[in-house]
């Protein structure tokens, strides 16, 4: 087993709701309401779930963007939430953020250069100021742009390229983990997957571990070693990516799995897709029990009182974390993916054509 990076233990954000003339507190947002997780070195943690459900919270609170209503981090050893002044300021090489959209997280005012040897200039001694230039044309060679457009601004380069100028940014000062709040959901289908296999390739070179977080299931899939699902500030299920797809016991990620289309025409009719009744409650008022309670078609009585522990459950091969007291595996109908194959070769293996095959690494994203 590799040794744990990341340790987050109970973390805890509520924001207040104010109200009335004197605006006093009347209630809270559970954002992220009682989170635990661990993130080994050198892996690729996904996180997936609805709109809302406290995913980019989350990514600024292992950031400590924001600060937690509770809970704790412990970064490589140290306790993130206790350090203060100079001692989190160094702490911060360590572990670094790409941001959603790749054009309003770079600041149009300033030249590529400035954007990405920003860090240095907030780390003096990582990079001698005379040797800066070039360690951010290196950054730009090593994300698969053109030194040479150094000058350039943000405007006058494409959606791909801009994010990995923000990639750049954020591997300047060699972190240890990189946190990705969508970092593709923002690009075209073919940029999406140049962009993950560029990220797949810094992870081996750079030796970087990610918190990756997204909406597309597929994306995930390709580059995660470990699923984490969220539903109302909580996580759901948590497990290896094959335990994940391929075994899901909790009837949300069952219902997410369901809801992907089907490539092949001659499944189609054999995948049952789950269609949940009702909306997503608010979390400033989250239902009692089990949260997922008031859409599940497993729900009964215990689920309405007793909140569900994430604890190790049965999935039909072995076991994997499942906060659910009916936890039960479910078999996901997969798909033939016949990209790779000869023609001769079409009944041979079944995998999940979620998955991105390579288009390429080339350095422009037109």
């Not at 951010?136 to 959606?159: M, T």
């Not at 571990?209 to 539903?231: E, N, Q, W």
């Amino acid at each position: 087993m590799a040794e744990a990076i990341l340790t987050a233990t109970d973390l805890v954000k509520y924001y207040p709701i104010k109200g009335g003339v004197l605006r006093r507190k009347v209630g809270d947002v559970k954002a992220v309401d009682g989170v635990s997780f661990e993130l080994l070195k050198g892996e690729t943690l996904g996180i997936v779930g609805e709109s809302g459900c406290g995913k980019s919270t989350l990514g600024r609170l292992l950031m400590r963007l924001e600060e937690p209503t509770s809970g704790s981090v412990v970064f490589d050893g140290v306790d993130m939430y206790a350090q203060k002044g100079r001692a989190m300021r160094k702490l911060r090489r360590d572990i670094q953020i790409v941001f959603q959209d790749p054009y309003t997280s770079l600041n149009p005012r300033k030249t590529v250069g400035d954007i990405v040897g920003e860090p240095f200039d907030i780390h003096p001694d990582v990079v001698p100021r005379k040797g800066r230039r070039k360690a951010v044309q290196d950054l730009l060679d090593l994300v698969g742009l053109n030194p040479e457009h150094i000058n350039r601004y943000p405007h006058q380069f494409s959606g791909g390229q801009r994010q990995r100028i923000g990639i750049a940014r954020g591997i300047a000062l060699n972190p240890k983990v990189l946190i990705c709040d969508e970092p593709v959901s923002a690009l075209d289908v073919s940029v999406q997957a140049q962009v993950v296999n560029l990220m797949e390739k810094l992870q081996d070179e750079l030796g970087l571990s990610y918190i990756f977080i997204a909406h597309d299931l597929s994306v995930v899939r390709h580059i995660s070693d470990r699923v984490g699902v969220m539903y109302l500030g909580k996580m759901a299920e948590l497990g290896e990516e094959d335990d994940i797809y391929g075994r899901p016991t909790h009837p949300y990620t069952q219902a997410l799995l369901s809801a992907v289309p089907v490539p092949d025409p001659t499944l189609r009719d054999k995948k049952e897709q789950i269609v949940l009744k009702g909306d997503v409650p608010s979390p400033a008022n989250p239902p009692s029990g089990c949260r997922f309670h008031t859409r599940c078609w497993k729900a009964q009585d215990k689920c309405k009182t007793d909140i569900p522990l994430l604890e190790l459950r049965p999935d039909g091969a072995g076991e994997h974390l499942s906060a659910c007291h009916f936890a039960q595996p479910r078999e996901i109908i997969e798909t033939i993916d016949v990209s790779d194959l000869a023609d001769g070769d079409l009944d041979t293996g079944r995998r999940d054509t979620a998955s991105l095959e390579p288009v390429g690494d080339g350095p422009a994203d037109s």
